[in-house]
């Protein structure tokens, strides 16, 4: 089993069962307990876990990550989602992108394409988006938060369902292994509700540190995604859900190294 699959398991495991000692895991993937020890400390660094005394349980599900944190982590795979993104999308056609840092580098890889009409609740991507002469940008109304320049609040959900576009590319903050989709702001999630509901198809976009992450606000579920960008196969579970629910899921290519 390689590394990454066994990150995977274990953090499979640990969501599943809420806590796990560095004893028992060691046994199940009968490797030692320094070698889960450095798993556990990866995990925790890269927020899917939360490191114990003797053991690994699920990070908190109140808070995020900082933002200045978010946009720098897993940026090789962000970009390989957005490039997978941006391949997708038609020239000439019509967006919602929500809050979040992966749609950020959503939002610079679009840049290649033409003639199109994007509609977002962040400042980041407008920002990004606007230098480009043909295409459209509009900026929802509300409440612009100073963290990480989201527009949120009624008037940001209002406004959004004045529109009905051709795709929803949308970031998230964890799927559960049951396919549900979680965040952390529920007046956030309420704008991306709004955001799927006036959409004729969704781009989800996670890279794999989302699988089985724990947060506390439930913004819908997998199958109110069309498509599932990622960069690595999700966990048998939540493989199994996402095949049921007839989402198409790709997984972006490696990049590539000269």
């Known amino acids: 089993m390689t590394i990454n699959a066994r990150h995977e398991n274990i953090v499979e495991l ?66 390989r989602i957005a490039e997978a993104i941006a391949e997708q999308v038609p020239d000439n056609s019509s967006l919602f992108i929500n809050i979040g840092t992966t749609t950020e580098t959503i939002a610079k890889a679009l840049l290649g394409k033409s003639g199109l009409t994007v509609i977002t609740n962040n400042l980041h991507v407008a920002s990004i988006l606007c230098s480009k002469d043909d295409f459209t940008v509009i900026i929802a109304g509300g409440m612009v938060r100073n963290r990480d320049g989201g527009i949120i609040g009624e008037a940001t ?42 959409s004729r198809q969704v781009f989800l976009a996670a890279d794999h540190t989302k699988f089985g992450r724990n ?25 199994a859900c996402i095949k049921d629910s007839g989402v198409k899921l790709i997984i972006a290519p490696e990049s590539e190294t000269f």
């Open 14 to 79: 640990v969501s599943d069962r809420g806590f796990m000692t560095v004893e028992t895991l060691a046994e199940h993937f009968n490797v030692t307990p320094q070698t889960i020890r450095r798993d556990i400390n990866t995990l925790d660094d890269a927020g899917r876990l939360r490191r114990y005394h003797g053991g690994a349980g699920l990070p908190a599900s109140t808070t995020n990550l900082a933002y200045a944190e978010r946009r720098i982590r897993n940026l090789d795979e962000k970009q």
């Open 157 to 198: 959900q209002e406004f959004i369902r004045q529109f009905k576009v051709d795709i929803a590319v949308i970031g998230i903050s964890g799927i559960d292994n049951d396919g549900d989709l979680l965040d952390f702001d529920y007046q956030e999630v309420r704008v991306a509700q709004a955001i799927i509901e006036h």
């Open 215 to 239: 947060a506390m606000i439930r913004l819908g579920h997998i199958s109110q995604a069309t498509h599932l960008f990622t960069d690595l196969q999700p966990n048998k579970r939540l493989s």
